[in-house]
């Protein structure tokens, strides 16, 4: 039976499992899940008859919430220590493995991984696995090839192989985007919002999405790690929250600092940007986005909702209907994404896009 790896936070295995598991079944697929223990892996067995690649076709990794990244899952491989290199060509060649459409190796660890010479291992190994899968006849260089061969190492001893597609994969390494804090922002938050940006807007639209002077609204801003990042794209800025800002954010002329509750507040007239990181019951976060967007106070938002531990995956659903449900009553045409980001931990990030 054919398996899927899973690439999700670590302690979230089960969420992850369970989402795949319903949305394989709302495309016809079936199967079940087989959680790693907190090491952010999870494989899926597909108990329909169909390939790996048929579920890819029919489901897009963006539609999914919990899952970061995944492969097709073409089997384990011993790697004996006297010849790694050569136990991995023999397992792709037992496997009649046809390579002429793939053309790039990525070579994984576990993200909690606190081996330090696996790490350094895995860095060094990529070169001469290379230059062994190409002069072995299994690699091919083809840039626009639409297939990259995984390999995920578990240990020194095992590594599990798979393939994905370069249309329905995760453009981070592990689905991480990997940035770096500024000195001058106000606080980690800030990474966050960075995130939300890179994994929900391709950067070739940033100027469109973020540029030109936009207005945008803070909810929750204190000390302004979201309004840093805000001003920083040049946007005009009302950073609301009944807490001090960062004294530097609110030298740079482009913030308005409103004392209020950010659930309650709301501006005079439409603007571009609501953003909002307050943690709180999630379905009253979810009723206060209807709002915003059912009367047309903002064309996009990026919103964080704070899941209860024991019904993270459930919780997320009710919020999702009922923002579906808010906003399909007020008649409002509308793009949403949701991720469970690196940045995030017991929340999960959204993104709608007002359309009309």
Known sequence: MQQIMLVC???????????LTDQAANVGMFGYFMPGKGDGLVRFVIGSGEAGEELMARLALEELVFVRDWFVVLGDCALPKEDRV???????????????????????????????????FARKWVSPLSKGLRGAGLLHDQ??????????????????????????RSPFAGGIPRLRLPASAPSRSALKLEEAWKVFIPE??????????????????APGGWTWQLVKEGMLVTAVDNGPMNPELMASGQVEHVRADGYNWRPRRGIDWMVCDIVDQPRKTASMVVD?????????????????MKKRYEEWLICRELIEEGLE???????????????DREEITCFIERLV
């Open 204 to 221: 070739s639209q940033w100027l469109d999405y973020l540029g030109g002077g936009k207005r945008a609204a803070d909810l929750g801003a």
């Open 329 to 343: 009553k007020a008649g409002i045409d509308y793009r949403m994404r949701a991720r469970h980001l690196y940045h």
């Open 86 to 120: 050569g136990a991995v060509i023999d397992f792709l060649r037992d496997l009649g493995w046809q390579s002429d459409n793939t053309a790039r190796l990525e070579i994984r660890l576990p993200e909690t991984n606190s081996d330090r010479d696996l790490g350094n």
């Open 143 to 168: 840039p626009d090839a639409p297939a990259q061969l995984e390999v995920l190492l578990l240990d020194f001893s095992t590594a599990v192989i798979g393939v994905s597609l370069k249309d329905n």
């Open 9 to 19: 936070r670590p302690g979230f295995e089960a969420e992850a499992g369970q989402e």
């Open 292 to 308: 915003w967007l059912g009367e047309k106070l903002c064309r996009y938002t990026i919103f964080n909702l704070k899941l209860p």
